[in-house]
Every structure is written in structure tokens, then in C-alpha cells.
């Protein structure tokens, strides 16, 4: 079994910095994937954001480029979304979904943006 969880969300002023984590914790030995992080705004579909695979190449959607950075440890099964320059429009819930053949969600944690 798979579990991803996410955290590092909170309430931050437009222009500020947070930074998430995704952790995945299973029992498979030797359990290696890719990471992607999703957000999903109020009233919005979920949208991929950002995401990084296992030889470390990562992609961004263009609204994010330049502003936020995906990085992982893969000793300890971990990805990470450094996010800065927060826009009010980031607001939304972040998800962390992990690919390994199988794949897993996490539950999302809570990103607001405002004044």
C-alpha cells in the first residue's frame, strides 16, 4: 500500500513564499516514481502544475514557470513545491500525485493567498 501526504499549506500575503511537501511512505521495497503536483481553485477542475521525474528532469505550466520549483528527495521518497512570488490566483487546494505503475493522491493541503 501507497500513501502520499501532503503539507506545508497555509495562509500567506500576495508576494510571500511557501514551500509544500509530499511525502510517500509504502511497503515496497525499493518504491521509486515520479511526482506531480496538481491544485484545484474554488469552483475550477484540478490542473496540473508542476512535476518531476525520476531522473530529476522537471516541467511547469507557464503560469507557474520562473515562480515555483519541484524538487525531490529520493532518499526519502519526497518531493517538494518551492513556491514564491504567491499571486492571490494560486489560491487553491494542492494536491501531490505519485506515480510507480500504480499511483497515488494525497489529500491536498490548503494554500490561501491574501492581503
Known amino acids: 500500500q501507497v500513501h502520499v501526504v501532503e503539507s506545508g499549506g497555509g495562509l500567506v500575503h500576495p508576494g510571500g513564499s511557501l514551500r509544500l511537501s509530499c511525502a510517500v511512505s509504502s511497503n515496497i521495497s525499493g518504491l521509486s516514481g515520479i511526482f506531480r503536483w496538481y491544485r484545484q481553485a474554488p469552483g475550477q477542475h484540478r490542473e496540473m502544475i508542476a512535476g518531476i521525474g525520476w531522473d530529476g528532469d522537471t516541467f511547469y505550466v507557464d503560469d507557474v514557470e520562473g515562480r515555483f520549483t519541484v524538487s525531490r528527495d529520493n532518499r526519502m521518497n519526497m518531493a517538494f513545491l518551492q513556491m514564491n512570488e504567491l499571486k492571490v490566483e494560486d489560491t487553491a487546494v494542492y494536491y501531490c500525485?505519485?506515480?510507480?505503475?500504480?499511483?497515488?493522491w494525497g489529500r491536498g493541503t490548503q494554500v490561501t493567498v491574501s492581503s
Open positions: 500525485y505519485f506515480y510507480w505503475g500504480g499511483d497515488a
